[in-house]
């Protein structure tokens, strides 16, 4: 065998190996490939292995994973008349691969330049305190809008986040200025209310103590009243008690008149001997004068009794 028939063989078979290199495609699950023979769209193709025509047969592919954009920061003006910064980020995912190759010829700089006008147009429309406090609606209007714009397009706009809304120097300077004022004047509302509760919470304090000294005035005067109340009936059953047996025993010794009549005299006795001046008299003087007589005449008979007496 001839070296020029050597080169031959070798030549061809480095021809079939590149033949049969381009003719097999493999697709990862994350792709999907556009197919074009003799520059005309002929299928698409998904994940897994495929056999094309080498030469004949051009394969395209297209990443079907979520992707970002970054929208550069542009300059914006407000409904008000203030320029402010806004920049943001676009998420898209890719839904038909050749509508995103034929239908739009650079995706990326075309969604870019899409966001930025529409970004223009939304904030244009609000004041600057609106477009600082309605970022989820801006996202919201602008993600609808991009959608819909893209759709021909085979794109799928899922997210559109604003990074950042920087209004000017002097504008941030004034707003710090106002938030300072209103986070002062909430403190003092703050400090005022909480004196203002103290006041009333040690007021109710002082008005329940009150309350409750009352209250206990009052128990401990009931139970007093109770208590003495029932010590003038334990008193007054002795008393009764007392007199019930005085009574009884008097009853059963059956005095006479002359010893009721010593008695009394003796109590009177007792009753004058004491710093009082007037002596009041509960019965009528006769009746005293009669039993002084008893009384003498006993004595007199007792001493006529011990006179006649032999010595």
Known sequence: MSIFTVVFLFVLLWIFLI???KAIVIVRPYEAAIVERFGKYQ???YAGLHFVIPIVD???KVDLREQVVDVPPQEVITKDNVVVTVDGVIYYKVVKPEDVVYKVQNFKLAVINLAQTNLRN???ELTLDETLTSR?????K???TLDEATDSWGVKVTRVELKRIDPPRDVMEAMHKQMKAEREKRAMILEAEGYRESQIKRAEG???AKILQAEGRKQAQILEAEGQSKAIRLVADAERYRILAVFNAIKEAEPTGEVITVQYLDALRKIAEGEA???FFPVELSKLVAGLGVVGDVMTAGGRKTEDKPE
């Open 19 to 21: 033949f049969i290199t």
């Open 43 to 45: 299928r698409t193709l």
């Open 58 to 60: 051009r394969v395209i």
């Open 122 to 124: 939304i904030i244009g």
């Open 136 to 140: 989820e609606v801006i996202n919201s």
């Open 142 to 144: 602008l993600r609808i």
């Open 206 to 208: 002082e008005k329940q």
């Open 277 to 279: 001046n007037k002596v």
